[in-house]
């Protein structure tokens, strides 16, 4: 939808960046809501599923509170990492692409053989950034501790899940 030439395409790229110019207080905050063991839109989708207990919401729940965070980290940088591809994407050769077509290879191949190949850098580099943040940064000594705590709930469980996930990495 993002590369595709269609009506609202500057809308749809606009919506998916959004998240990543918000800040991390404003996504604290709006998460925090949707996240509300009484009132969450989440959480009153999950809850006839028996996957939240009401009291608890998912926050509380230490088996769900990282995968909790882990969701709106990713809806957070989605839109980041999404720009970096529609570069990439800009860089594959709309020849290579036909070419494949008039050859015969049909839409799954040629995301194998023509496309992924061009991304393959652009792949790297979002891996290389997404390694980056999780482990090199609390290596030189950045912590986010003083930020995380002003955050509420969602921080706690930010930096919980952070330093955990960290630790599991290294």
Request: charged fraction near 15%.
């Amino acid at each position: 939808i993002l590369d595709r030439a269609i009506r609202g395409r500057a809308f749809y790229r606009s919506l998916v960046f959004a998240p990543a110019l918000m800040s991390y207080v404003a996504v604290a905050l709006l998460w925090s809501l949707f996240y509300n063991p009484s009132l969450g839109p989440v959480t009153r989708l999950l809850e006839p599923l028996g996957l939240v207990d009401h009291a608890l919401g998912i926050l509380g729940d230490p088996n769900r509170a990282l995968a909790a965070v882990m969701v709106v980290d990713v809806w957070k940088w989605v839109g980041y990492h999404a720009v970096l591809f529609l570069a990439g994407l800009s860089l594959v050769s709309r020849d290579q692409i036909e070419a494949a077509t008039i050859d015969g290879a049909g839409a799954w191949q040629r995301l194998r053989h023509v496309t992924l190949p061009a991304l393959r850098q652009v792949l790297v580099i979002n891996v290389i950034i997404a390694i980056a943040i999780v482990t090199v940064l609390p290596e030189f000594g950045i912590n986010a501790g003083p930020l995380i705590a002003g955050l509420g709930i969602v921080g706690l469980a930010v930096g919980f899940g952070a330093q955990n996930l960290v630790k599991d990495l290294i």
